[in-house]
């Protein structure tokens, strides 16, 4: 009798340090959880139209470069340092790494050769930050093929060049 108590009060100590535990882990979890909302709806909603106009810049780039208007402010150096910074100041770590695969191509190509490969791999650089803006401003993902299959007419001519540029900047993981 005395070996069962002791089972059974083994047992019942045991099973109320685990359970103690894995509410410990579980406060500690959600109150990042919340916090880290908390920190996201407050720069949603105090940065929400710089979002917005940022997101607008990048889209434009893609998809509106033929119309003057929009062709003379890219081609403006202003213009861009300020877009680059002001997508650095307003975006998500994501977003930033995906500036930077933009900011690292032009610094190490300078200009964009011929190639048709440069062209892809530039549609795609900006496609990564203007999909990865469009989480940070909505929270959802669409895919970059999705999105140049809305700027390249030809994309399944195509898509296996773009799908081999994606995977080599890593932004198929979304």
Known sequence: MNDILKIIFTSTVV????NILWK????QKSFKNAKYMQITNYYRESSGKDMHKILESWTQMLFLLDKPEVKKKMESQTYISKLINDTYLYSSPETCKRLANYQQFFYNEKEISGDTDDKFEVLVLVAGIIVSLKHDFTGDWVSI???????????QNVESSIDKIIKKLEYDVQ
């Open 145 to 155: 093929e999705d999105t140049l299959k809305v700027k390249l007419k030809d994309m």
């Open 15 to 18: 099973s109320a340090g685990i």
């Open 24 to 27: 410990y882990y579980e406060s």
